[in-house]
């Protein structure tokens, strides 16, 4: 049961909400729920209340399903198409069985629909299955996700003088005369109605210290600005304080586009800093003076080490050094033969059997004596092979295997990061530097 709904749910995958007709419930589609959950999620409610279109609205959101199939019976048409002329962005397709419709009965639906006679599974599942697109919606998302961006707050007064805002990173300057930019909403957001009705937004970029103030604003906290430091700007929407730039916009446009809106502003003021902003890629922050580190250690003249502190089943990865019999290293490139780097590494944890992911820069810091470079990252592996490797506890690690000072100095930081999940990164030399929160 959701919210007072009861239902029947089963499968994983694109869902399909099934709604009866008049003296119906959900049992009525036990053949096709049966048959539908091998390959879709799929979801049967008993119709209950007088608002049958808000009463689905809900057990949508309750469900957290961004969007559906509709599938319906005789009298449950007039619900199904309802919803999906009022929340056109919430409705992938419609499939009507023995609809039930009032004569003279016109919609302009935003989706493909189809009449269906009862019975015709076969019908329902061809439609069903159809391509909405040539393209498929994940590989799609990660292809715009190539395309690095910054980081931004959106923020409002909202009609009712209450703040609200959202992390977003869709945000494109316009014209210079007039002023005019953009951002995007989809039109799922809890905000989007208050965005959309608003006499202004301000967008905040964001500087690389804020990372936490992102995920703050991408989280559903109803407490986000009594954690955030804000003000009012000029045109009284909330600013974010540290932001690297603002910008306070008066509402010029609001223009329907798919599953998102447009909402172009008119900058009435802004200010900026000089300092970095935050990036975004790939599913991944970007700290630019932070990479920039990397990037000039990888360039020198000197030799290169590229490495990563691993973590299997909460223990480090290590492997037997091959300089020292006994003797134990982080999984590392360069040391030996050629400079090291990310591609090497990648190459060398393949080699060993680790499906690896590698995350946010960890340290970045140069040996003056031996004139190297080290950068390490950090991550997960999954060992599909244990060959070589040896995992060790943090609670016992083999200090006296590893191979130098600098080594035990970076593990022991490490070490005390993790007990309270929150890491930064090291910048410097391999005894003294700068430790910047980023993470």
Not at 95 to 122: F, N, Q
Not at 310 to 316: A, G, I, P, T
Not at 343 to 356: I, N
């Amino acid at each position: 049961m959701s919210g007072g709904t009861r239902f029947i749910e089963a499968g994983a995958g694109e869902a399909i909400l099934f709604i009866h007709g008049a003296g119906g419930q959900a049992s009525f589609w036990t053949p096709q729920l049966e048959a539908f959950a091998v390959s879709h999620r799929v979801v049967a409610p008993d119709v209950t209340e007088a608002d049958a279109v808000g009463q689905m609205r809900r057990l949508l959101d309750d469900l957290d399903l961004s969007a559906v199939n509709l599938v319906a019976h005789g009298e449950g048409a007039r619900i199904a198409l309802a919803l999906a002329e009022l929340h056109p962005h919430r409705v992938r397709r419609v499939a009507l069985i023995e609809a039930v419709m009032p004569d003279g009965v016109a919609l302009t639906l935003r989706c493909p629909s189809r009449a269906i006679a009862h019975g015709d599974d076969a019908a329902l599942a061809a439609f069903l299955g159809g391509r909405l697109s040539r393209f498929d919606n994940r590989e799609l998302r990660t292809a715009f996700g190539s395309f690095m961006t910054g980081v931004t707050i959106v923020t409002t007064a909202g009609t009712d003088g209450q703040p609200r805002g959202f992390t977003a990173n869709s945000f494109t300057s316009v014209s210079l005369e007039p002023p005019l930019l953009l951002i995007c909403i989809g039109k799922t957001a809890a905000s989007v109605d208050v965005f959309a009705r608003a006499q202004g937004f301000a967008v905040n970029i964001l500087s690389e210290a804020q990372k936490d103030t992102s995920v703050l604003f991408a989280s559903k906290r109803p407490d986000k600005f009594e954690v955030a430091r804000w003000r009012s700007g000029p045109f009284g929407n909330p600013l974010i304080e540290g932001s690297a730039a603002w910008f306070d916009c008066a509402r010029h446009q609001v223009i329907d586009a798919g599953d998102h809106i447009i909402l172009m502003g008119h900058v009435e003021a802004f200010s900026y800093s000089d300092a970095n902003p935050l990036g975004y890629a790939r599913g991944h922050y970007i700290t630019l003076g932070l990479e920039q580190a990397a990037v000039n250690a990888a360039s020198s003249a000197s030799r290169t080490v590229v490495g990563a502190i691993l973590e299997s089943d909460s223990r480090l990865v290590l492997l037997p050094d091959p300089a020292r019999p006994g003797g134990l290293v982080l999984p590392e490139v360069g040391r030996t033969g050629p400079n090291g780097s990310a591609s090497q590494l990648d190459d060398l944890l393949r080699r060993e059997g680790m499906d690896a992911t590698l995350g946010f820069l960890f340290a970045v810091f140069e040996n003056p004596e031996s004139r190297e470079q080290y950068i390490y990252y950090r991550g997960e592996a999954l060992l599909h092979a244990r060959g070589r490797t040896v995992l060790a506890d943090f609670e016992d690690l083999p200090w006296e295997k590893l191979p130098d000072e600098a080594t035990r100095s970076m593990l022991r930081r490490y070490a005390a990061e993790r007990k309270i999940g929150r890491f930064k990164v090291y910048s410097g030399d391999h005894r003294q530097g700068s430790v910047k929160a980023v993470d």
